[in-house]
């Protein structure tokens, strides 16, 4: 056993002296490994180090959502729960009104207004009079007047007006005047009328119009028409005065249609209106198109067409309607504006008897033809 243990010691010894004398020899000399090759079959796939293209961020899923976004209401750790208020402010709107007044030389005043609905129909009725001495001999007066107004939103069965918004409006009103001082009687110069039990003029109107706005395959529509009557009669005891009555009535109607051609808004626009002023015919026509362009620094609206109309003298006028407004805003504080107009002005026999109830019942009612009216501004 001890004799195989010493020939295995001196065989491990014959092996390694060599290494070690050739070590001992050379000490400078860098020690060389044999070469080697590492196989596998893992793959390396280090996202950072591969270029990657913009995109947008995934959006995260609804059950992410609820994560951040929790609807149970959490608890504070630190503060103690606040109790609701036991009050709160709570804004209601007026459904009607009503105001009275009381001037000088004895004039009182009163209106009284309330909105209601039917059925899809928002209505707001008004009411309302007011009478006074006046300040001179025989120059009291009154008037009361009805004004009932709807505004209905079409339902969509119905072919071009559904969802259009219909306006309908009926005006009662009647008033009374005296003319001022007119105490005697022109007959006999030394007759006087110490008291006066009645009025020299009566001015009854009724009034009736409707105009329903809409928009149908992007076009935009407004059509309408509206009636009145207007009545002046006088009183036949009034011997300073002359019988004879004003009477105006009239049924007009029009039509408006707007839409986008690129960057205008055109149009075209029909204006009917039939009219009578103490047996003369008042007719007006007027038919016009137009185009208007805005940005944000400037605003130009051209207007075109063709009148007609007769006064109450039975004069014919006609012409060529032509308008334009041109609008520049140069800045917060200057904005320019011009606008020329050359056409009929059309005179209104409503609102001059409305006006003025002391016309004379032998006024003439006729149209103003501007060549060029011409109009700027800074």
């Known amino acids: 056993m001890l004799t195989i243990k010493k ?8 092996v390694c002296l060599p290494t070690i004398l050739f070590s001992s ?3 400078t000399r860098p020690l060389e490994l044999p070469a080697f090759i590492i196989e596998g079959v893992e793959q390396h796939n280090i996202r950072s180090s591969i270029k990657q293209m913009p995109r947008k961020t995934t959006p995260l899923t609804q ?9 149970e209401k959490q608890q504070p750790t630190l503060l103690p729960i606040e109790k609701l208020p036991a009050h709160y402010i709570q804004t209601t709107y007026t459904e009607g009104f009503l105001k009275a007044s009381y001037g000088l030389f004895n004039s009182p005043e009163f209106a009284a207004g309330y909105r209601f609905f039917a059925d899809r129909f928002d209505i707001f009725a008004t009411v309302g009079f007011a009478f006074s001495d006046g300040d001179a001999l025989f120059s009291n007066n009154n008037k009361l007047f009805l004004d009932l107004r709807s505004n209905y939103i079409a339902d969509e069965k119905f072919f071009i007006f559904g969802g259009s918004n219909t306006h309908t409006n009926l005006f009662l009103n009647t008033q009374n005047f005296n003319f001022y001082g007119y105490g005697v009687n022109p007959l006999s110069t030394k007759e006087i009328y110490p008291d006066k039990d009645y009025y020299d003029r009566t001015l009854t109107q009724a009034k009736f119009e409707v105009e329903s706005e809409g928009n149908y395959d992007n076009f935009l529509f407004s059509v309408g028409g509206k009636a009145n009557y207007i009545s002046a009669s006088h009183n036949t005891t009034a011997l300073h ?4 009555n004003i009477s105006n009535y009239y049924a007009r109607g029009f039509l408006n249609v707007k839409n986008y051609w690129r960057n205008f808004l055109v149009g075209g626009n029909i204006n009917i209106n039939l009219e009578n002023a103490n047996g003369f ?21 051209l207007k075109g067409g063709f009148q007609a109309a007769n006064s109450s003298a039975q004069t014919y006028r006609g012409g060529v309607l032509l308008f334009g407004n041109v609008e520049y805003r140069m800045s917060k504080l200057f904005t320019i504006k011009a606008n020329i107009f050359s ?17 004379s019942n032998r006024l003439e009612i006729d149209h103003r033809y501007d060549i060029a009216n011409i109009k700027g501004s800074l």
């Open 241 to 244: 005065l002359l019988t004879d």
């Open 281 to 301: 015919n008042q007719n007006y026509f007027q038919v016009d198109g137009s185009a208007s362009y805005f940005d944000n620094s400037i605003s130009i609206l």
């Open 63 to 71: 059950h992410e959502l609820d994560s951040l976004n929790t609807f």
């Open 7 to 14: 020939i295995n010691f001196f065989a491990i010894l014959l």
């Open 25 to 27: 020899q050379e000490t």
């Open 343 to 359: 056409g009929l002005e059309k005179t209104e026999f409503e609102h001059v008897i409305l006006t003025n109830p002391y016309l």
